[in-house]
RNA sequence: GGGCCCAUAGCUCAGCCUGGUUAGAGCGCUUCCCUGAUAAGGAAGAGGUCGGUGGUUCAAGUCCACCUGGGCCCA
């Protein structure tokens, strides 16, 4: 066959866009799926990015992941579709649009149209699309483009409408007046997974203000309520004080600055107050329910207010344990002040501003309001305290805008009607890591509060309800339906503001004109319908069959911020309309970081972008790493150095290690149907068939559990032991054109690339394309188009592997003998003695390597050289003895030091057990180190060791310069550029005090550099080394 | 304020579930070796209070408690 060479240097950014056309022309891809059409399907849903701004490292993690497994499973055999999505509508495009225009809220949005304005925001989304596309094809994640699903097409958009139907049916889709978050600046309702992403750390006031006592006792001893708040503002619509009806509340009078006055805090929080302070007397909360006080300021007229109430929620963790009660901007202020039946008064416009006819304050942003308030509240004597206070304070997620806590009217959709099922669906679910389930995500269901599903904006799902004069309602399900109502042909209309609120029709009850309600819905709610909404589900020809294929998802994947986003509410609307969640298997990503571990943002200027990362190192070293450099839940740093590390250890490895394969592969003229079988292979054919085998299954393992750090670091290890031992200890066998040797490596290097395939998909194409392929003509045409391997057990030989690794850890002893020594190693030493256990029966294969590596002749054990040369120190093994001796261990670990270790160890090994003090011991109680006396240069670590005799003979020493002769004349044969097949003619001189020793072994220096005549030549000057060796060599 | 995760060499990470007395690997640094993969490979050295404190135990990086710092989430 025609394996060619292939360099050992690769460029990876070209080599990867050569492997991008190559699949683009034989549409691979497409191939790996329609393979596997008629297998199982293996489901993956595609969280779709929204299209709202350049694509971003964090991106590319995602997409690595979402990659990885669908392409081992495809290898697996399952038939995996992978469908792309994008997230086209909400606040986000809308914010981005806004910017671009040059708006500054809804009003420039409504005066420009709001026709022109959606349109606007459906070319922002179509541009950004296209930045994510040519990203996702770099980064090599294989994804069905042409199929995508766009949550503002108009299937899509009435297929999210039929759910809405679903769920409005079983009156779980309501309208209700409620405090919420709300947005001034986007003049829209958050809802509470919005809110979690916006919490920024403010310093807002925080004042303490009295509120003087009017009726009963207290106002008789001139008593006030102290009360703590960090929103001045809402003082202004002050309507009543909470007070908790268990808390003992404290009337004190407090003396400083030689002033005195009485005032009443919980007691808990005394330490409110400054100054002396004397009890005068405690109070439940209870008995000061309607008490009734001066309020601190008089802007607004609230009638029949302004008194103490109960409320269980007033904690005394912080403040005076007295809240301050505004029902228009706090829910639980709401809840309590219906209660006693005092009314809702809101001063403040949709805009965040104070109504025009609120004096002092009438026009200011209700944030800018603080600092005039608590001037007016010091000038009324009436601020007791005033101090900085920093906390978090939730702000509009986009636009950054404080938030503020607002009653509006808002549709909601009952989740907490469906508790039990949610948390029933999760508990059926396997979260990667684990913990997510019981911990992060398990906390937030049973929290679970109702979904604030409307937003009062323009460029969403139009929420789908028509509602008469008369409150009825109908909820739509379609184009169709709503035609049907309107008695007109709608099936072409789209499906978006301002086009549905044209549509009006007649109530079927009342016969009174039904109109749109103007709201649009959480955009949250639109990635979460994609299981059925993708396929049009259930109006679409044919996308029910598909649906019913294709729901639950086996896999879905996004970082760890999707908890409260897209997992849930995927799972939620899954629960809602079909009783069951929509996944099976979720893995839960860590974050990216910059490579100091901060946060990667704009701000800080630490962003990597990725197109740049994957065109300086390659897209499969920015796989590589994103899989293997660390587990796929914990967050990660990302830096150019710890890119490129990665890539020279293990990629450039396996690469070189191909490299070197080809090399030997043509100058043999390997052919694969020449490999003979297994059981007549060597030994450390054998071994590294085992290590192979051990490996699939070990990386098969991983994949299957999402484990993609632990599958990377078998790999890597496979990569080194097969570069660094196998192939190193082999070099001769390759030299020779040892078939089974090439043949091992060959099948070696076939299987790891499969088994790196699916992260790192370019190269190990690469690859087939220049050593599977040629090689095999049957092998398939990419090597994303094969069968994962099948590990064979009985290749697996668990003793074999454990000689093998005696024998590298002896080597590695032998080495550091070697240097400490300072001999080089190309010098020849007469013998080495070995102390290890196992070493009595490793095979004279290994023992030859051990003596190879070292370049020593004979070998010998220890214990069979003559018994004066030897030292035996023992020392204990803890961990045998503890489990006999438990406390007394520490006694016997100190008899053992001082005991006479020569007797005692050759009693055991007689005898097999022995006294030590009072306790009887084994072998095995004992860690046993072997040193010769002297002469010799030991390296001796855990029980084992190796010595080296240092003593040279003359014979050795020209050994060790013909050794230095047959390496020259090959560093020569490379300088001079001949390959490594070529026979050459060698005419060479040395130290005339060599040159016998030389001459005696021309044949042997022949044979290895492949010379066919090697003649003594004289007068060739001297070379400039150490023996004095020149060399010509001429091509025969 | 609450929950979860993390903390081991300058850097990236193993080891912890199942406790055992010299805590490992790779990268980087210094010195040396090897040379038919060579922009590779090997050895040695420097570099660690295993975040801190306490507890359990004959024995703690490993188990337990608390604390500190970082990340994420919630309020």
Redesign the pocket.
Known sequence: MTIRPV???IDLPAMERSILDFWREHKIFEASTAARESSQPWTFYEGPPTANGMPGTHHIEARVFKDVFPRYQTMKGKYVTRKAGWDCHGLPVEIAVEKELGFSGKGDIEKYGIAAFNEKCRDSVTRHVGAFTSMTNRMGFWVDFDQAYWTMAPEYVESVWWSLKEIWKKGLLVQDHRVAPYCPRCGTGLS??E???G?ETVTDPSVYVRFPVTSGELADLGAALLVWTTTPWTLVSNTAIAVHPEVDYVVAEVTAEDAKEILIVAQPLLSALTGEVKALKIVKGRDLERVTYQRPLDLIDIPDSHFVVLADYVTT??GTGLVHQSPAFGADDLAVCRAYGLPVVNPIAPNGTFLSEVPLVGGLFFKDADKTLVKELKSRGVLYKHQPYE??Y?HCWRCHTALIYYAQPSWYIRTTSIKDELIRENNRTNWY?E??K???YG??LN?N?DWALSRNRYWGTPLPIWRCEEKHEVCVDSLKELGDLAGKELSKLDPHRPFVDDITFPCATCGKEMVRVPEVIDCWYDSGAMPFAQWGYPHKPGSVEKFKAAYPADFICEA??Q??GWFYTLMTIGTLVFDQSSYKNVLCL??I?D?????MSKHLGNVIEPIALMDQHGADAVRWYMLA???P?????V?H??IS??V??TL??YW??I??HT?YAQ?SNFDISQIPAVKDRSMMDHWILSELNSLIAEVDQAYSEFDS?SAG?VLARFI?D???W???RS?RR??DGDLAALGTLHECLVTLTQLLSPMVPFITEHVWQELVKPADAAAADSVHLTDFPIADKDQVNLELNAQVALTRRI???G??A???S?I????PLQRALISAPGWAKLPKDMRGQIADELNVIDLADIADADGDLVNISI?????T???KY?????EI?KAIATADATPLVKQLRRSGLAKVGDWEIELSDLVV?EVPKSGWMV????GESVALDLALTQSLIDAGNV??V??F???R??SDGFE??DRIKVRWNVDPAIAAAIADAAAHISD???ALEFTHDQTLPAGENDLGISVVLVKT
Request: hydrophobic fraction near 30%; proline fraction near 3%; avoid cysteine.
């Open positions: 360099p050992a240097q509470d997974h809110l979690a992403q919490y963790e912080d906390h978090p939730p890591p913990t997510i019981t911990g992060r906390d937030w929290n509060i760890i911020d908890t409260r860590g974050h970081l490579k100091d571990g901060r946060k450099a660390g587990s839940w914990s967050a990660r740093r830096g150095d710890a590390d990665v020279r250890k450039l490895t070189n290690t490299s070197f090399l100058s750090h670091r080194d097969l570069s660094n196998y192939v190193r070099r390759f030299w080597v590695e002893l080495r550091a070697r240097a400490e300072a080089k190693i190309r010098q020392k204990a093994n803890f961990k003895l503890g489990a438990g406390k007394s261990v520490q670990s180190t390296a001796s670590h855990e050794r230095e047959i390496r004349i090959q560093e044969r490379k490594i097949s290895e550099v492949l």
